[in-house]
């Protein structure tokens, strides 16, 4: 390949001293339009000159180092890092705990603990009687609903209804029933409902460090299971359904309900409701064991530290069925406190 040197001085940067050294002695370097001109010339013609021109040649070396060429990218590890990120996605969402109720999020788990501490921080406080019963008849029981109030007992409606007359005169009232099953076994085959069996399970333990050993003797009822209780009692009374309307019977019903509820009327309907028993005491005592001692205590101080509170407090009228020491109902801390 044929190019001009233009002939401008120091245009070659590798040569040691000045560039015209480097040219023949008495050669002079021609302007550049000059030169390349005769360059032109000499390729056309295929004569070369010497005499007034100077004609670099350029020589390709034989072997020149290739360039180094891009890598192919392999999809493979691409592949195998998405197929990687896949299978722990789905690894962690299959193996996660599940979230506390309202929560979903490490931050609602967070403020859930953080409230959690704050309720304990804070003051109990005192109740009387009524106090007691005006809040287990008013809480809102979460994931409950009202029971239908025709819920039959008898079969009989003109019989019903007398004994729902004579059950509200005592200070019965309906309850609430859970809308969806979310009950949790809490030993023995009793059920309460989520947010209660905790709270149970920690009264318990609690107990257990102070040398009381708490049982239980029932939680959650439905209403079919107490309509049974209800009949099988009413039928040691020998009174014939079909008299009870007239109103020749009302003080059988009266005995009937000092002890067990009509369907649709328990406490234990709403599956926050539990009947605890001491060791192997009879409930007809209960009031008189060092369970009831230890929970009673300064105003129920160790039941309301873990949200609940008795049933059938003392100094209370009409409510409903005779005062049952061994009933506990829960409404949760915070609500208990100041």
């Known amino acids: 390949m044929l190019v001009c040197w233009l002939g401008r001085r120091d245009s070659n940067p590798r040569m040691p001293g000045p560039k015209p050294g480097a040219l023949p002695l008495g050669d002079v370097p021609l302007r550049a339009r000059t030169a390349c001109i005769v360059a032109i010339l000499c390729r056309k013609t295929k004569i070369a000159y010497t005499a007034n021109v100077i004609i670099m040649r350029i020589i390709e070396p034989k072997y020149r180092k290739p360039l180094r060429q891009p890598r192919k990218s392999s999809k493979r590890p691409v592949i195998l890092l998405g197929a990687c990120l896949i299978c722990a996605a789905i690894g962690y969402f299959l193996l996660k705990p599940d979230a506390p109720h309202g929560s979903g999020s490490s931050k609602a788990v967070t403020a859930t603990a953080q409230s959690a501490v704050t309720d304990q921080n804070r003051k109990l406080k005192t109740f009387t009687g009524e106090q007691f019963k005006t809040l287990y008849n008013t809480f809102a029981y979460p994931n409950t609903a009202p029971i239908n109030e025709h819920t039959p007992i008898t079969g009989n409606v003109a019989a019903d209804e007398r004994i729902k007359t004579i059950a509200k005169e005592r200070g019965y009232q309906m309850r609430s029933a859970p809308i969806t099953d979310a009950f949790q076994e809490v030993g023995q085959g009793f059920q309460l409902q989520q947010r209660a069996a905790q709270p149970w399970l920690d009264l318990q333990a609690a107990a257990r460090k102070d040398n009381i050993h708490l049982g239980l003797s029932a939680a959650y009822r439905s209403a079919d299971e107490q309509t049974q209780i ?66 009673s205590a300064n105003n129920y101080e160790h039941a309301k530290n873990f949200g609940w509170i008795p049933s059938y407090p003392e100094e209370t009228e009409l409510q409903g069925p005779d005062p049952e020491s061994w009933e506990y109902v829960w409404v949760g801390r915070a609500t208990l406190t100041e």
């Not at 019903?253 to 009509?262: G, R």
């Not at 009327?265 to 605890?276: A, P």
């Open 230 to 295: 209800f009949l099988d009692r009413l039928a040691q009374t020998g009174i014939p359904v079909e008299g009870i309307a007239t109103g020749a019977y009302d003080e059988q019903i009266v005995y009937v309900l000092k002890t067990a509820a009509i369907p649709g009327f328990s406490r234990h309907h709403t599956g926050y409701t539990i009947d605890i028993a001491c060791e192997d005491q009879p409930a007809s005592s209960f009031a008189y064991t060092v369970c009831f001692k230890w929970l």
